[in-house]
């Protein structure tokens, strides 16, 4: 069954540096698109990173432009997300997702990314 698992998410300080992680299983992991999303309380589903499948292509939300980077090795089934000078603005539950086309659209279940001091 398709599985993807984030993992990674904490409490840091303003300033620190976070890597979140997403372990994908179940699917042929490159040739899908991997996009990373947020969701703060009573706040929508915010996209904040994407990279595409061979990994030349990324694109940033414009709130976190600078400062988050997206990765993936389709080697390991797995995409990232280092997020570098976090802001409490930041805090929000992260989500992976994968998907191909319109034809599949994958959902991990989230990891807390807690930012404050």
């Known amino acids: 069954q398709v599985q993807l698992v984030e993992s990674g998410g904490s409490l840091v300080q303003p300033g620190g540096s976070l890597r979140l992680s997403c372990a994908a299983s179940?699917?042929?992991?490159?040739?899908?698109?991997m996009r990373w999303y947020r969701q703060a309380p009573g706040k929508e589903r915010e996209l904040v990173a994407g990279?595409?499948?061979?990994?030349?292509?990324?694109f940033y939300a414009d709130s976190v432009k600078g400062r988050f980077t997206i990765s993936r090795d389709n080697a390991k089934n797995t995409v990232w997300l280092q997020m570098n000078s976090p802001q409490p603005e930041d805090t929000a539950v992260y989500y992976c997702?994968?998907?191909?086309?319109?034809?599949?659209?994958?959902w991990g279940q989230g990891t807390q990314v807690t930012v404050s001091s």
């Open positions: 179940g699917f042929t992991f490159s040739s899908f698109f």
């Open positions: 990279i595409a499948s061979a990994g030349r292509n990324t």
């Open positions: 997702n994968a998907a191909f086309g319109s034809l599949r659209d994958y």
